[in-house]
């Protein structure tokens, strides 16, 4: 296969082992490796980009974020690409989310370019992840008050009817929005056509990258549309059945045990 010359890897339940965290050392020596071998690094991920500084701020060399599950795309502190859903779309599928009973998540939120908004008194199904996640977060009165540019609309539903949910959401809504489990009862509502995989591509393209040339790891079916795009798609030892489908590679180990970085190990020794 063509030389690997960008990776591109999802955060929670991929580069992340369950206690939230990583092998610092380890990774900051990859980074340098990788700068030599003029690989690039992006992070990928339907978080939001104020969490992802956090979470990479022990290795403060990781500088481009494909936030927002594509919506959202920074490098080096420059915003590159944005796409974000229109209001009045917004507001529409809000209003219906919350009027019909079958679709009501137990919250909604909608992640903007200033926040995080969520209904004062609406209880997420674990508040410590809400509190993990979200360090950015607006109380409002109403969600259809809301004026920002918004990248996002996330609900929680019971963790067992997500796939089910989100395949109910696309078809509620057909050409307004894209709905994808993102894991954790949690179900991501983005631009129609937007996926990590056109936010990847978009970056590589101006990087000069095709995307045989690019290495992706995920583990949730949020991930599936950027591991089916690339030239060596990376699935998770602990990830999903249908994201395993579409992979071209299993990791050996998985997210607690330095999945992502053996992998990474292997690229760099050009033995994947």
């Given at each position: 296969m063509p030389k690997i010359k960008m990776i591109a890897t999802d955060v929670d339940g991929t580069f992340l082992n369950h206690d939230r965290d990583y092998n610092h050392a380890r990774f900051a020596q990859?980074?340098?490796r990788l700068t030599a071998a003029n690989i690039?690094?992006?992070?990928?991920?339907g978080n939001h980009l104020g969490h992802l500084h956090k979470v990479f701020a022990p290795t403060p060399a990781v500088q481009t974020f494909?936030?927002?599950?594509g919506g959202l795309i920074v490098d080096h502190g420059q915003t590159l690409f944005e796409t974000a859903i229109p209001l009045p779309t917004v507001r529409e599928v809000v209003h219906a989310i919350l009027a019909d009973d079958t679709i009501r998540p137990q919250v909604l939120r909608l992640s903007g370019a200033h926040g995080t908004y969520v209904v004062q008194g609406n209880q997420p199904l674990d508040p410590d992840a809400q509190d993990y996640f979200?360090?950015?977060l607006v109380t409002v009165p109403d969600l259809?008050?809301?004026?920002?540019?918004i990248y996002k609309i996330?609900?929680?539903?019971?963790?067992?009817?997500?796939?089910?949910m989100a395949a109910k959401l696309n078809q509620r809504f057909p050409q307004q929005i894209h709905a994808t489990a993102s894991g954790f009862g949690s179900i991501d509502i983005i631009a129609p056509h937007m996926n990590k995989a056109i936010g990847i591509t978009q970056l590589a393209q101006a990087w000069g990258i095709a995307p045989s040339e690019i290495a992706a790891f995920g583990d949730n079916d949020n991930d599936q549309e950027m591991l089916r795009h690339v030239g060596l798609g990376v699935a998770m030892r602990n990830g999903t059945d249908s994201v395993k489908r579409v992979a071209n590679l299993l990791t050996p180990t998985d997210n607690d045990h330095d999945g992502v970085l053996n992998v990474i190990d292997a690229i760099l020794a050009d033995e994947v």
């Open positions: 990859q980074l340098q690039r690094f992006v992070v990928a991920s494909v936030a927002e599950n979200i360090d950015n259809l008050t809301v004026d920002d540019t996330n609900g929680e539903w019971p963790n067992d009817s997500i796939q089910a």
